[in-house]
T-cell receptor, first 111, second 115 residues
């Protein structure tokens, strides 16, 4: 059983469409982070959320941390081909020593 | 300097070869990590170094041997690998192993193919 389950696993959309990626768990987290990994590169941190109910915006990306701090969502408005990549939610486990990733969402945005 | 540099970018090795992957950062980070990533899957933690000491080994086979010569360098020595070890190997660093909002900084990885 994965600690962090993401859905959908794969998403292929047209430019201009909106989409939402979900990250769910049965555990409560003190914080959660979202990374994006482009082909041929390592993951890059997008945002950290720490407060239940928190909403953060990064240009066309909106991140929300669930009230109970068990889940999070990433919403992209008017997707562009440059948004293509693997989106990973993550949290720190192991007493603060380990960054554990969710199952991942592979997004492809086509012209 | 805000980067983690990994070399080589690509590596093809035979099952009897010995090779090393290298990782370098000059951000003053005191924790460094090796992750393994298969295609279309999330990265999986292999090793954690904190203040140049190995603090976590995620039950990685002994054919992978990490080394941290100093606070800026991290190596992964490879010997007698199997074809299923072919993957993207990512190095990462962070300020420390305790939680902080700045996350991890990842390198671009070494694409390893074992033939």
């Amino acid at each position: 059983t994965q600690l962090l389950e993401q859905s959908p696993q794969f998403l292929s959309i047209q430019e201009g469409e909106n989409l939402t990626v979900y990250c769910n768990s049965s555990s409560v987290f003190s914080s959660l982070q979202w990374y994006r990994q482009e082909p041929g590169e390592g993951p890059v941190l997008l945002v950290t959320v720490v407060t239940g109910g928190e909403v953060k915006k990064l240009k066309r990306l909106t991140f929300q941390f669930g009230d109970a701090r068990k889940d999070s969502s990433l919403h992209i408005t008017a997707a562009q081909p440059g948004d293509t990549g693997l989106y990973l939610c993550s949290t720190i486990t192991g007493g603060g020593n380990k960054l554990t990733f969710g199952t991942g969402t592979q997004l492809k945005v086509e012209l | 300097d805000t980067e983690v540099t990994q070399t080589p970018k690509h590596l093809v090795m035979g099952m009897t070869n010995k090779k090393s992957l290298k990782c370098e950062q000059h951000m003053g980070h005191r924790a460094m990590y090796w992750y393994k990533q298969k295609a279309k899957k999330p990265p999986e933690l292999m090793f954690v170094y904190s203040y140049e000491k190995l603090s976590i080994n995620e039950s990685v086979p002994s054919r992978f041997s990490p080394e941290c010569p100093n606070s800026s360098l991290l190596n992964l020595h490879l010997h007698a690998l199997q074809p299923e070890d072919s993957a993207l190997y990512l190095c990462a660093s962070s300020l420390g192993t305790a939680w902080h909002p700045y996350g991890y900084t990842f390198g671009s990885g070494t694409r390893l193919t074992v033939v």
